[in-house]
């Protein structure tokens, strides 16, 4: 039986306390320069080890019309992890890398505040919360590691540097260039090289100030109080990572980021200029060696925009009462578009704009990466006891999706059509490098039109709306999108309301389509059948395409081609009168072709003559099983035998379950009964 000890003891089993010595190791100053010597990149900048642990999870090539994309796995891989996704921004997540791999290697960019800009939901938090989470777990890893050091205190505690900085900083400045030489080398070209960056903060700078003075200018005596130790980057424990979130202005002031005065410890050290009586405690000081986060970083108070021209420019902050500090640290901030355009027509904030790269993170705009955001959240593991019929994520995002793109100028293009391109799919007439210049005459797509939240809220919706259904449909979801245009709260104008309108409009023609062409096949995947019909129109095309007479397998006698039943196939696939021979002729010669290499035909591996057959038995046997009588609700017992042959058919081949089948096979038949049918 299990008990609680049990399962103590199963975890302790488990539990490896080498991990936990390894990762708080502690040595004196020369230990850690002997791991220098070992593995030199423990000392690197922020933004080194940001791109180093970004490119630690891999990266494959990908191409998107014509062009290669390089995808980094973690975004993908470790963002699946941390039940987080993100998709079909590869262009922009390059953009971001690369931006960080320009810092890592000193060209600029680690002097700029990076912004992510983009519409609301668009997966800027995500992408800070990725990054965030990223560095705590690499710096546990053996690749990632870096340290830090504590001073010994006169009452034998030993007090933690409070900007956790770099232990090189203990190396007095006028050494540092014959120390650096000597570190790094008979290195050559081949291994990383070791520099220091900035400075001791004011704390460290006093007691390493006042050590110096004990012991006469023995610097390496200083060292002798001080303790090395491994540094895990932690939000919860604010180390290393940091996020500022903008509040009230009456309530939030400036050493928010940079620190403030401790004046309970005034009375003990005389003075407030004491570094013992401040606190480095702003999310600037915490964030040093890792990544700070602005959370909409443009609605900040000017104040605060003025702390971040040094701290990005610099690397330089100012504590109150202190000289300017050093700082390493990436510093990424996210905005909207309002708040971007506000900055642009700010004149007084010029020097912000002019320290900041803009990363434009755009909502999706290809259908299959929006199926597998909403996808992620709700599926058969998170929707308990709901069935989610199928197409109903997919026509939910294939609305949000077309709200997002800028129509075509392309006078036979559709918005749906362009939809239908940019999901990969073929349509006549267009190419590769049209879909190049859909993209490249709407640059800006994407960055306005539905969020995914709203899709996420309405999907809710519709699962706790009907409680005592068993599943949810696409109907049930466009309903609730539908009903939740009128109180959206970014929809302001009623031209926006009455375009999304139309749009969810297109998307009820074509869920109609793709449900009436999933009936169809449902009723004509009869295999013998199809092969009869297949076996029959073969042997016509045969005889009229060699001028000869085909033998009726009833009455024995020899007629003509039969070319009622030919042209019956053809027009299901739009072969005009006049291409009627050509057709039957590229079906010989693919016959023949195969033949040739020994191979037998199957109408399978023709996908314009399987249509064409499926669609032709479609209409000989709908009539047979009589859908519409699903309408008046009288099926005698043939007529529901073959029903539920084509309903067992749905749930084994498109994923209904019997409730959703029937729900489907009532819809079909009421659009065969309203005479509404379509090719």
Not at 472 to 501: A, C, Q, W
């Amino acid at each position: 039986m299990v008990t609680g000890k049990s399962l103590l003891n199963e975890l302790q089993t488990a539990y490896d306390v080498n991990d936990y010595r390894k990762l708080h190791w502690e040595g004196t100053f020369e230990d850690y320069l002997n791991v220098v010597l070992e593995n030199p990149k423990v000392t690197r900048s922020a933004y080194q080890r940001l791109y180093d642990m970004i490119i630690s999870y891999g990266t494959e090539e990908v191409y998107e019309n014509k062009e290669k994309i390089i995808r980094f796995k973690f975004f993908t891989d470790f963002a699946t992890r941390q039940g987080d996704g993100i998709y079909g921004i590869d262009r922009s997540l390059m953009q971001l890398v690369n931006t960080f791999k320009s810092a890592a290697q000193g060209y600029g960019t680690e002097r700029r505040v990076l912004l992510l800009h983009g519409p609301v939901g668009s997966a800027k938090s995500t992408i800070a919360r990725l990054l965030k989470r990223g560095l705590e777990e690499y710096s546990r890893s053996d690749d990632g590691m870096l340290f830090s050091y504590s001073w010994k205190m006169p009452d034998g505690n030993w007090q933690k540097c409070p900007m956790h900085e770099e232990p090189l900083h203990l190396i007095p400045n006028e050494m540092h260039e014959t120390f650096i030489a000597k570190l790094n080398a008979n290195r050559g070209g081949r291994d990383y090289k070791v520099t220091i960056r900035g400075g001791l903060c004011p704390f460290c700078r006093q007691m390493f100030n006042e050590r110096l003075a004990k012991y006469d200018g023995e610097w390496q005596k200083v060292l002798t109080e001080i303790k090395v130790f491994r540094l895990l980057l932690s939000e919860q424990d604010r180390i290393g990572i940091g996020t500022f979130q903008p509040k009230d202005e009456k309530n939030q002031d400036s050493t928010e980021l940079t620190g403030d005065i401790n004046y309970r410890k005034i009375a003990e050290y005389g003075t407030d200029s004491d570094p013992r009586a401040f606190n480095f405690d702003g999310e600037l000081n915490i964030a040093n060696r890792g990544l700070v986060e602005f959370i909409e970083v443009l609605k900040l108070d000017v104040a605060f925009l003025y702390d971040l021209l040094g701290a990005s420019q610099e690397h330089k902050i100012k504590p109150k009462k202190f000289a300017q500090t050093d700082i390493d640290e990436v510093i990424l901030g996210h905005t909207n578009e309002p708040e971007y355009k506000k900055l642009q027509n700010n004149e007084f904030m010029e020097a912000l704009r002019d320290r900041t790269v803009k990363i434009d993170i755009p909502y999706v705009t290809r259908l299959k990466d929006e199926v597998r955001i909403y996808e992620k959240d709700f599926n058969h593991e998170r929707v308990h006891g709901k069935h989610i019929a199928p197409h109903t994520i997919e026509v939910a995002a294939m609305w949000a999706v077309l709200t997002r793109l800028v129509p075509p100028k392309h006078a036979s293009l559709s918005l749906l059509q362009k939809l239908k391109l940019y999901n990969g799919k073929t349509l006549p007439g267009f190419t590769e490098d049209n879909v190049i210049e859909l993209k490249r005459e709407a640059n800006s797509e994407g960055m306005r039109g539905i969020s995914p939240r709203y899709i996420q809220d309405k999907i809710s919706n519709a699962l706790v709306a009907h409680p005592d259904e068993d599943n949810i449909n696409p109907f049930m979801v466009l309903k609730e999108l539908e009903d939740g245009l009128r109180h959206h709260s970014l929809i302001s104008d009623e031209d926006t309301l009455k375009y999304f309108k139309e749009l969810l409009s297109s998307v009820k023609e074509e869920y109609e389509d793709i449900v009436k062409n999933e009936v169809q096949r449902a009723i004509a995947a009869d295999e013998d059948a199809l092969s009869r019909l297949c076996s029959n129109y073969i042997d016509n095309v045969k005889a009229y395409t060699q001028r000869e007479k085909v033998r009726n397998r009833y009455t024995g006698n020899y007629e003509e081609p039969d070319e009622r039943l030919m042209r019956s196939v053809e027009e299901k696939i739009d072969i005009p009168d006049g291409r009627k021979d050509d057709f039957r002729r590229e079906i010989m010669n693919y016959i023949g072709a195969l033949a040739i290499d020994g191979r037998k035909f199957d109408y399978k591996t023709n996908e314009r003559l399987q249509k064409a057959l499926e669609l032709k038995l479609f209409e000989d046997q709908k009539d047979t099983i009589k859908l519409t009588s699903l309408v008046s609700n009288v099926v005698d017992k043939a007529t529901q035998e073959k029903i539920d042959v084509v309903k067992s058919r749905l749930i084994r081949n498109y994923g209904y379950n019997e409730s959703s089948a029937t729900d489907i096979l009532t819809f079909v038949a009421s659009i065969f009964a309203r005479g509404q049918t379509k090719k």
